[in-house]
């Protein structure tokens, strides 16, 4: 009885820390999974510090709310707050987005995993324009490691502020299969804006660093997922330093 009162007070106190500090919504690799009937609440963030005043400060939050409708489609709700670099700067409530991710093929069944990823985000700002993110999720196991990139176009969509070019993002993932209850890696953001045909007029951000993952599980009826990490900015753009965290509680019905 006390190893299961202690396991809700980890889940409850990494559940609440997520979800009381605001995060970046975009530092999260997604994965081409769908599970028929499982729900799933999930907080994420980050914090970008720097020695520039101008690039230090930026934080974000996002809570989503995620349902398995069957074996093939994922989808998801969610929340996002954020909060620009520099001083003065305040935390805002910035989009409401829908998210859906398509798993194309079984774990394990062939060589490469895959899955597509949509994504529609109604923003609450009245200087920021609607957008649409969209691309492929691309999976694959080899030598006890799991390897996961994510290829996306991000376009805005409506708006007096929207831009007419596409925007190319890329993440990528790979953990270290140990067995263990905490995992090693690393993960890679980027918005390499330079490419031509995809030149979105925004400055490149490149961010790339190790991160632990973990499991917690039987808490409840459900399971406890983590990750987080420090991702080291690739200069001048990024902040020196951004500390990301990610938390999901998984529940079958």
Known sequence: MRS????????????????AVPA???????????ETGEFAIEPLGDFGHDPRRDHS????????????????????????QEREAGSGESIKFSQVTWENIFQFTERGQYWLDSGFFF?????????????????P????????TINTVNLFIEKDVSGEFASGRPGFLYAWETRIALGTPIEPGFQAYGR????????????????????LFGTI?????GTLKWNGGILFGIRPWAPLTTWRWQAEYEIHF
């Open 57 to 80: 400060g930026e934080l974000s939050s996002a809570q989503e709310f995620e349902y398995g409708v069957n074996g093939f489609w994922r989808t998801e709700f969610e929340l996002e």
């Open 119 to 135: 994504e529609f985000g109604k923003s609450t700002l009245a200087d920021t324009s609607n957008e649409v993110t969209f691309g």
């Open 217 to 221: 599980n039987n808490i409840g009826p």
């Open 137 to 144: 999720i691309l999976r694959k196991e080899f030598f006890h």
């Open 192 to 211: 390499p804006s330079s490419f031509e045909g995809f030149d979105s007029g925004w400055p490149q951000d490149n961010r790339l660093g190790p991160q």
């Open 24 to 34: 970046e919504a975009d530092f999260k690799v997604q994965q081409p999974d769908a």
């Open 4 to 19: 299961i009162n202690i396991r809700f007070m980890l889940a409850g106190a990494a559940l609440s820390v997520a979800i």
